[in-house]
């Protein structure tokens, strides 16, 4: 196994965090610096590209670990978010790579598994019933889609209908609900997970906007539990 002496986590995205570990000084932990611009007279947040580089150039020439959390396009993301988010997430790469650093792509469902804190009795049963959910809207679709097609009234065939497209919306509405309630319970558990590893900086995860921050902080700790550090 090669030996590192600096691990990076990076949690990408506006309101995401940079996590720095050296075993030979304090733990770096920071939001991602961005800064505001105009576009069509609307204000708009963008990575703060120099002040990144200011960051991880102090650290070129070292054997340094770079963990990102892997970007995808999410269900429902508009095309514009998602160019934005391609962009800022090429440009963190980027500059890893003519750093010099080994940079490590990792989705959030692998490091998250390192930490059981972040998966409280309140998400399972949260995640169950988003599942039965999801089985009774298909039971009950399937239901009506065949009498959709034994109906010989057109006004009968249009309320089955209408009911169909009613039903998918209440669902749908229920499980976004659901897995919002999943995500920021999720965020609450790593702020509380890091503060725990981390007691003497604890106070910097105390707002409910550091989930970044401690999302970097975990990714790096991931990064350093699969590798060894000098």
């Not at 949260?126 to 034994?150: C, H, Q, W, Y």
């Not at 509405?173 to 999943?182: A, G």
């Amino acid at each position: 196994m090669d030996k590192y002496q600096i691990v990076i986590g990076v949690d990408p995205g506006l309101t995401g965090g940079i996590s720095i570990l050296d075993k030979n000084k304090e733990i770096v932990v920071c939001k991602i610096p961005v800064k505001s611009i105009i576009i069509n007279k609307k204000k708009k947040n963008i990575y703060d590209m120099e002040e990144i580089v200011k960051l991880f150039s102090s650290y070129k020439g070292g054997k340094v670990l770079f963990y990102i959390e892997k970007q995808s396009v999410r269900n429902g993301e508009g095309s514009v978010s998602a160019m934005t988010i391609g962009k800022h997430y090429g440009q963190l790469l980027g500059v890893a790579y003519a750093l010099g650093f080994e940079v490590i792509e990792i989705t959030p469902q692998k490091w998250k598994k390192q930490f059981s804190e972040l998966v409280t009795q309140g998400i399972i049963d949260k995640r169950a019933e988003i599942k039965e959910l999801r089985i009774s809207f298909k039971e009950e679709l399937e239901k009506l889609v065949v009498l959709d097609k034994t109906l010989k009234d057109k006004g009968l065939k249009k309320q089955n209908k209408e009911y169909i497209k009613i039903l998918g919306k209440e669902s749908k509405k229920q499980i976004d609900k659901l897995n919002r309630q999943v995500k920021a319970e999720a965020k609450t558990n790593a702020r509380g997970a890091v503060s725990k590893f981390f007691p003497n900086i604890s106070d910097k995860f105390i707002k409910k906007n550091t989930d970044g921050l401690a999302e970097s902080l975990l990714i790096a700790l991931y990064g350093r539990s699969q590798n060894e550090l000098v």
